[in-house]
DNA sequence: CGCGCATATCAACAGCTGTTGACATGGATC
DNA sequence: GATCCATGTCAACAGCTGTTGATATGCGCG
């Protein structure tokens, strides 16, 4: 029974193959230089089969957003190690190599700037950041949520794409506790929890008395991955 | 006497009206999108003319670049008021409008993923970015100034391309501190002169006397040249 | 006038890219 | 075995874009 399980097992498989690829490339190429042709070329076939499997390049593309997106939790940490995480990942070798799982920010930094590629990122924008980002973060939430994302973005360009060299590996130490201070300005004291001090518009409560400091460094000392 | 000062004018007059108009149009479309046909006849001429007139796409847009930076200082404020020009200019209108000086900024918000123009644009950042930000900076400046720029181009992406709803104009109000308060927080404490209050941190000096407001609007010049 | 030069145009090429229609193949079902 | 459908290939189209060679036009100068 159910006549569209396991039986077009070859079809579902050939499909997932193209999709992967196409992952990969549109995380390393912008939505223009990523061709169909290459695509099918990685996986092995024509063309037509990959334009006609989904429909459009553009339909592509969007399920390559919505994969990249489910395949990592976005902002799954609590908000006092969001900075310190955020700056992790953006420190992150990227997908130079085996990584099997894209991280959507590739996708979004290679693609923002495409035509085609922008409705479809916005509605992921909205929907995989802002939204679970939001409950976590100081009083204008979702500004603040934008404001880190598109510093995510701005950063990621400027160190995987421009490859701009005060950005490069080899000053990551000088770096990451820029990003993290930044980070934590943005991030904010936290969803308008501020019955206690109240003191929400300027961050004076309690001047770091090397307890908590500016939100418990988390060491995250970057697996050595490589 | 001179036989090339006033005796082209017809040519350098051509040549300039295609360089203005290269000038807009890369600074609303990316590179792939700016055709050299649509340049053309916005100003009157015809393709090959545009062509031949540069040599080639790539060098027009080298030119486009360095006209841009020139016909604006990025830098010009002193480290004080530094976060909260750069605020001002990140939520101007944009050119939008009338604005006949393009800003630097939408030039490389356009064309930073486009593979042809990257190397002429991180030229463009060591030159006319870094160079004249690093003696304000605090401590690792070249980085403070990378991490400067990156923010904003990704800010200006989300806001002037992606128009990413919390950071239209509408909500400005709520953007403006939170930029300034981040951009802050990356510039510094000033160029290694730490020793003092330290207390940069808390952005808790006196909220701006009014004076100033967010970074006088500068009233922008540039020679009458027509 | 005729020579040369800069300015500008026209038409066409070469290259590529997403897309599409016609056609092979192979297995499941009747 | 005949039929049907999914899977897949092949060749070709249509559209565009930067580029280039041949060619006109206007102007200064012997």
Redesign the interface.
């Known amino acids: 029974m159910s006549p569209q399980l396991d039986v077009q097992g070859s079809k579902q498989d050939t499909r997932s193959r193209i999709l992967e690829a196409a992952l990969l490339r549109f995380a390393q190429c912008?939505y223009?230089?990523t061709k169909l042709r290459d695509i099918a070329a990685d996986v092995g076939v024509d063309v037509a089969l990959v334009h006609r499997t989904f429909g459009s390049k553009e339909r592509l593309f969007e399920e390559v957003v919505a994969a990249a997106c489910q395949s990592r939790q976005l902002f799954s940490a609590e908000r006092k190690e969001l900075p310190a995480r955020l700056a992790a990942r953006l420190l992150e070798p990227s997908l130079d190599r085996v990584i099997r799982v894209v991280d959507p920010l590739d996708i979004f930094v290679?693609?923002?700037?495409?035509?085609e590629a922008?409705p479809i990122?916005?509605a992921a924008?909205?929907r995989d950041v802002?939204e679970p980002l939001v409950p976590k973060l100081g009083d204008?939430a979702?500004?603040?949520?934008?404001?880190l994302?598109?510093?995510?973005?701005?950063?990621g360009?400027?160190?995987h794409?421009?490859?701009?060299?005060?950005?490069l590996e080899e000053?990551d130490g000088?770096?990451e506790p820029?990003?993290i201070?930044?980070m934590?300005?943005?991030v904010g004291a936290g969803p308008s929890a501020g019955a206690r001090g109240s003191a929400t518009r300027?961050?004076?409560t309690a001047?770091?008395a090397g307890k908590a400091g500016p939100a418990a460094r988390p060491r995250q000392r970057k697996q050595g991955a490589r």
Chains 1, 2 share one sequence.
Do not use: W, Y
């Not at 979702?142 to 404001?147: G, K, S, T, W």
């Not at 994302?149 to 950063?155: D, N, Q, T, V």
């Open positions: 912008s223009e230089e290679r693609n923002l700037l495409s035509p922008i990122l916005r924008l909205a802002v204008p979702p500004q603040r949520a934008v404001l994302a598109a510093c995510l973005a701005g950063i360009i400027f160190r794409v421009l490859h701009v060299e005060p950005l000053f000088d770096i820029l990003i201070r930044m934590e300005t943005v300027n961050g004076k001047p770091r």
